[in-house]
Every structure is written in C-alpha cells, then in structure tokens.
C-alpha cells in the first residue's frame, strides 16, 4: 500500500478483555516496528521483525504483550487481560531495509481500557 | 539505560522566526539521528536526518546539527509557519535497528 496501515484507528475496551491490533506496511518493506506512545510522553520501542529473522522482544513490557508477523508482511500486536496502564497509541512502523534506514509510521491505534 | 532526552518541553515561536529545538542522547555509540515531526493525532513523520559521520545537514526550511562530542544534536527551522505547529522528536539509532525517541517538543507558532 501507499503508506502504512493500522487498525482499528480507535479501539475502547473493558479491563481484562483482550485487544488485537493490525499493522499493515508498506508493500516491500522488510522491517516492521511496534511503538507505544503514552500521553504526552515519547515513543517506547515494543518489537522488531526483520525478514525471517527471529523477533526482537525486548521492549515488550510483560507477557501479556505478543506480536506476530505472518507471511512477512501484515503484523498483529495482541494485548491479553488489557490494564488500564496499557491505555496508549499503538504506533506500527515500516522501513525498507532495518537498520540505518527511515521508518515510516501508521496513523497509530488509539487504544483506551476502562 | 539509554536515553534521549529533549532540553525543553514545549518551545513558543513567532511566526517568521526561526526555531531551534534541541535533543541530548546518552549513547556515544548512536550513529544514525532522525527529526520526526508528529501532528495532533497523526503519526510521527519523517523530516531529516544525519549520520555520526556529518555534523551539519540541511533540507527544505530545516538544518540538522549534531555534535558527538557533547551527544546534542539541534533541528533549526527556518521562517517558522503556523504549518510547523508540532511536537518534534529526535532518534537515536546505536549500530543497528531499535530506535531511541526523546519525549519530544510542542512547537506552537503565534501569528
């Protein structure tokens, strides 16, 4: 596609039901980013996905957190039992290559547990 | 840990003038440094970037700075328009692909 595409755009949800949210990239692109960004607050990095490589996890804050990236392109980010800390912009990014190269983000999902 | 840091939370600028928002990050290693700038509810875009092998890099309207010495590096918009109204974050990238976004600046521009 033209640029990068999240969805839903807006999700509200109960505290302990489960959330997935979409990321679509940009047709070509290798490399696919998850952030979250709080209120008022920076970009958190959450995980990476490189080709076929095995994906970096590290930002992933607990357990509650998963991702996957099927066929190398559209990825899932599934939040389980949701808290109301995990109320964020979910942000999906794209870049050609991985390192070194320019990520180009989503619109983000704006994701509010209550 | 590693951090990026923004000197200045918010920056208030007259239209016409030109703005500097400044970025501090703490790993020597960085060697890679976007400005992304991210309207009201909309995604961070891209605007410039430098690699640790420059010091200076400029664009349409905006110049980038860096300064490994100090670990600073500067984004200056020249002619400040109403357009700019955002907040502007800066990124560190160490050797690789996970990047370090400061909590960024809100730039408002007074016509």
């Known amino acids: 596609g033209a640029g990068v595409s999240q969805s839903p755009s807006n999700k509200v949800t109960e505290k302990g039901k489960d959330v997935e949210l979409r990321c679509d990239p940009i047709s070509g692109h290798t490399a696919l980013y998850w952030y979250r960004q709080s209120l008022g607050q920076g970009l958190e990095f959450l995980i990476y996905?490189?080709?076929?490589?095995?994906?970096?996890k590290s930002g992933l804050p607990s357990d509650r957190f998963s991702a996957e990236r099927t066929g190398g392109s559209v990825s899932t980010l599934t939040i389980q039992r949701t808290q109301q800390e995990d109320s964020a912009v979910y942000l999906c990014a794209s870049s050609l290559l991985g390192a070194g190269n320019t990520i180009y983000f989503g619109e983000g999902s704006w994701l509010t547990v209550v | 840990g590693e951090s990026v840091g923004l000197h200045l939370p918010t920056l208030s600028v007259q239209e016409g003038d030109n703005s500097i928002i400044n970025c501090a990050y703490s790993n020597s290693a960085s060697d890679y440094f976007i400005w992304y700038k991210q309207e009201s509810g909309k995604g961070p875009q891209f605007i410039i970037d430098?690699?640790?092998?420059?010091d200076k890099r400029q664009g349409q309207r905006v110049t980038v700075l860096l300064n490994k010495t100090v670990k600073h590096l500067s984004l200056q918009i020249a002619a400040t328009q109403p357009g700019d109204s955002a907040v502007y974050f800066c990124a560190a990238l160490t050797g690789g692909f996970k990047t370090i976004f400061g909590a960024g600046t809100r730039l408002f521009v007074k016509a």
């Open positions: 430098i690699r640790s092998n420059m």
């Open positions: 996905f490189q080709g076929n490589s095995a994906p970096d």
